[in-house]
């Protein structure tokens, strides 16, 4: 994978999914067993945030760190490109002083643009449309629970049709997952997208559904999953949101019609009371927060595989 981007879970191969969780396996083994392992020893990595974050930032940051490399923080209001300069000229500026960039920004275009004018691998930390990384650390997480094969396994996401969505269907679909997705009417995901993963699915034996019915979703799902009902940049809409999408909770009654061993994920950050009952996450505490932690090992394997001489 040198030299290669990171934007869509679409664009890789099965075998390259396989790649980053096994080496993401090999590299958490490492970190916990306190061996070193500079697999990017000098490099540097911008990190470029339009959004806020907690977790990408800090596991990126830390992450580059324990591969021998460092990491710059770069804020989109501090940089020249928050004043109009364009992204292909900031690509072009970037490639010559850095040997790998993230960026979480709001347009998936934009990270496509970034993309095409750098000469230097380009992994995407979060747009409007997708967010990789988390997915294909929920795919590493769900081996850990479910064991190594994710083929034929059955996930469940109630809520919106937003990036994590559209990343779950392309990260299922790529291995062999059955994926269904319940949203209110008026908030299922990108046709474009649903239209890909539908193709993906096809290759691998898996599939996808979409529907509005919570309980048709949930039904016998090994994993139930959530995100929040108004992403960033939607924070005016949350009010309003917060009614249409009452019924789309995972809370215990709608998790009587999952698997009585199913697992509960939430990208984080969550709002209980709201996609998620309380209960619902403390039980499953365990799950969710080894979901966090994955980021770190999954990042450094990406790292690693595309930044590496
Ligand atoms: N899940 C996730 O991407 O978290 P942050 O927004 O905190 O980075
Ligand atoms: N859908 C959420 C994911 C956060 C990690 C958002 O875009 O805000």
């Given at each position: 994978?040198?030299?290669?981007?990171?934007?869509?879970?679409?664009?890789l191969t099965?075998?390259?999914?396989?790649?980053?969780?096994?080496?993401?396996?090999?590299?958490?083994?490492?970190?916990?067993?306190?061996?070193?392992?500079?697999?990017?020893?000098?490099?540097?990595?911008?990190?470029?945030?339009?959004?806020?974050?907690?977790?990408?930032?800090?596991?990126?940051?830390?992450?580059?760190?324990?591969?021998?490399?460092?990491?710059?923080?770069?804020?989109?209001?501090?940089?020249?490109?928050?004043?109009?300069?364009?992204?292909?000229?900031?690509?072009?500026?970037?490639?010559?002083?850095?040997?790998?960039?993230?960026?979480?920004?709001?347009?998936?275009?934009?990270?496509?643009?970034?993309?095409?004018?750098?000469?230097?691998?380009?992994?995407?930390?979060?747009?409007?449309?997708?967010?990789?990384?988390?997915?294909?650390?929920?795919?590493l997480t769900?081996?850990?629970?479910?064991?190594?094969?994710?083929?034929?396994?059955?996930?469940?996401?109630?809520?919106?049709?937003?990036?994590?969505?559209?990343?779950?269907?392309?990260?299922?679909?790529?291995?062999?997952?059955?994926?269904?997705?319940?949203?209110?009417?008026?908030?299922?995901?990108?046709?474009?997208?649903?239209?890909?993963?539908?193709?993906?699915?096809?290759?691998?034996?898996?599939?996808?559904?979409?529907?509005?019915?919570?309980?048709?979703?949930?039904?016998?799902?090994?994993?139930?999953?959530?995100?929040?009902?108004?992403?960033?940049?939607?924070?005016?809409?949350?009010?309003?949101?917060?009614k249409i999408?009452?019924?789309?909770?995972?809370?215990?009654?709608?998790?009587?019609?999952?698997?009585?061993?199913?697992?509960?994920?939430?990208?984080?950050?969550?709002?209980?009371?709201?996609?998620?009952?309380?209960?619902?996450?403390?039980?499953?505490?365990?799950?969710?927060?080894?979901?966090?932690?994955?980021?770190?090992?999954?990042?450094?394997?990406?790292?690693?595989?595309?930044?590496?001489?």
């Open positions: 994978m040198k030299g290669k981007d990171l934007l869509s879970i679409h664009e099965s075998e390259e999914v396989k790649q980053i969780l096994n080496l993401a396996k090999e590299l958490k083994a490492k970190q916990k067993a306190g061996i070193e392992h500079h697999l990017l020893k000098g490099k540097t990595l911008g990190m470029i945030f339009q959004k806020s974050s907690t977790r990408t930032r800090v596991s990126f940051e830390v992450g580059m760190y324990q591969l021998g490399g460092s990491a710059l923080f770069l804020s989109g209001n501090d940089l020249q490109i928050g004043r109009g300069e364009p992204i292909k000229d900031t690509a072009r500026v970037m490639s010559r002083y850095l040997d790998g960039i993230m960026i979480r920004t709001f347009n998936h275009d934009d990270v496509e643009e970034f993309a095409k004018y750098a000469d230097i691998p380009v992994i995407n930390g979060l747009t409007d449309l997708l967010h990789p990384c988390q997915v294909l650390t929920d795919l769900i081996q850990e629970y479910k064991g190594q094969n994710l083929k034929g396994l059955k996930l469940a996401y109630v809520g919106d049709g937003n990036n994590m969505v559209h990343s779950l269907m392309y990260g299922c679909a790529k291995v062999g997952m059955h994926f269904a997705v319940a949203t209110p009417k008026g908030y299922e995901p990108n046709p474009e997208v649903t239209a890909k993963a539908i193709e993906d699915a096809k290759v691998t034996g898996g599939s996808i559904l979409v529907t509005n019915d919570r309980i048709e979703a949930v039904k016998d799902a090994d994993i139930v999953y959530t995100d929040v009902w108004a992403s960033m940049g939607q924070e005016a809409e949350h009010d309003a949101r917060v999408f009452q019924d789309y909770q995972i809370n215990t009654e709608l998790m009587q019609h999952a698997k009585a061993d199913a697992m509960v994920m939430h990208c984080l950050p969550a709002h209980r009371g709201e996609e998620i009952s309380e209960e619902i996450l403390e039980k499953h505490a365990d799950e969710i927060f080894d979901e966090a932690e994955n980021r770190l090992h999954v990042q450094k394997a990406i790292m690693a595989l595309t930044m590496c001489d």
